[in-house]
């Protein structure tokens, strides 16, 4: 039995959510092959740092690459679009076919069947983060043969509007929680003043950055009683343009003037490993976000959030935005003073008990690590795959 978890991503915020369950299994004495294929450098840096010394003993690394003419295309595409991305799962069909079960974190592996016809290979989703976009609970959820979910609104969600089938669907927790870092990497910031983190979405329709964001680091380079840890979605300046595909829309981040780079309470991480570890969500006193599932990776210890509707969004009652409920929701950063002002009072006397509920519902922690619990799911889907394999009935030659 091979099983492979595949990483294929321009960054390596997906890393974290399935690693630890190929690590897990290894640990286990999984009695067939794990391997973990990577698409870039950047992506074996993190693989090999994070697997550590079971890489290469009781996990196999392999490195995909792109043909030559692909490459030549991603090339000239690439800086606005995953061409690169799309084209290797075509170029690299003999190592798919080679596989009895692909985990991924991602959506577009699903090409492998809808387009290359790998209708054998049995694909399991270890989605990543455990936010309420809309986009984390379409239809495309249920041509997984298996999906691991974070806790029960995940469940509910992937059933009633996904159409997943009940049967085919694992709560196992969060195995990204096992690899929290109990020090965080923010050594810099001095804690003699509170810190926020300005965690912005990459999404031209969801993020307040493209309308607002600027304005917010002016007014934390005005108000230098506070801190703030700039640490956006790690995409948003990946590329000159931004492309998303749940609503069709084209944005430019731009740059980061050098006005702000000149104060001693901003500090900017625009995609480093810190931006993915949760070292920030753990060293911030105060969230301000927008459509971010690292809310919910904030509040693993409850804490004041803002959020910024950029966008006039009508958001009560909208599963979508359901983690606005942890805070206050402001819609221009003219009012983000005094929303900052009565944070934590707010939080004291409302908030925290909202996000206590938002976190239950949201991951099943059962004291067990939840990379072990993912695992024995795999275990066990190898272990029907390898019967049913068995079992079924041999084919006469004619």
Known sequence: MRIGFLFNHDQIHQVAHSLPIAI?????????????????????????????????????????????????????????????????????LDFFRSLDM???????????KTRYGLDNLFMVHTRHGAGDRAIGFDKASARFDHVLCSGEKIRRRLIVE?????????????????MVRQAGRTLHITRERPVALYNPHVSPHLSSWYRHGRDVLDFFGRHDDREL??????????????LTIDRLTVNRAGTIENRYLHGDNIHFDLGSRASTDMSYTMAAD?????????????????????FLNSHGIKWQGDPNFTHWQAGEVISHPGELGAALDRADQLHHNHYRAVQARLFHESFDLDGRPSSDRAADVIASLAQRRRASVAHRPAVRAA
């Open 24 to 92: 897990a299994l290894a640990k286990g004495g999984f009695d067939g092959q794990v391997i973990v294929a990577t698409t870039n450098d950047r992506l074996a840096a993190e693989v090999e740092r994070l697997a550590g010394p079971w890489l290469g003993s009781a996990i196999r690394h392999v490195r995909l690459t792109l043909a030559p003419r692909s490459a030549r295309i991603a090339g000239l595409l690439g800086r606005l679009i995953p061409a690169g991305k799309l084209m290797l799962y075509r170029d690299n």
């Open 102 to 112: 692909l985990v991924v974190a991602e959506k577009t592996s699903l090409l492998l």
């Open 162 to 178: 996904a159409g997943v089938d009940p049967d085919t669907i694992s709560i196992v927790g969060y195995p990204k929680f096992d």
């Open 229 to 242: 840890i700039f640490a956006p979605h790690v995409m948003l300046f990946e590329r000159p343009f931004v």
């Open 286 to 306: 105060i969230y301000l976000g927008d459509a971010s599932s690292q809310i919910y990776e904030f509040l693993l210890h409850p804490r004041p959030c803002i």
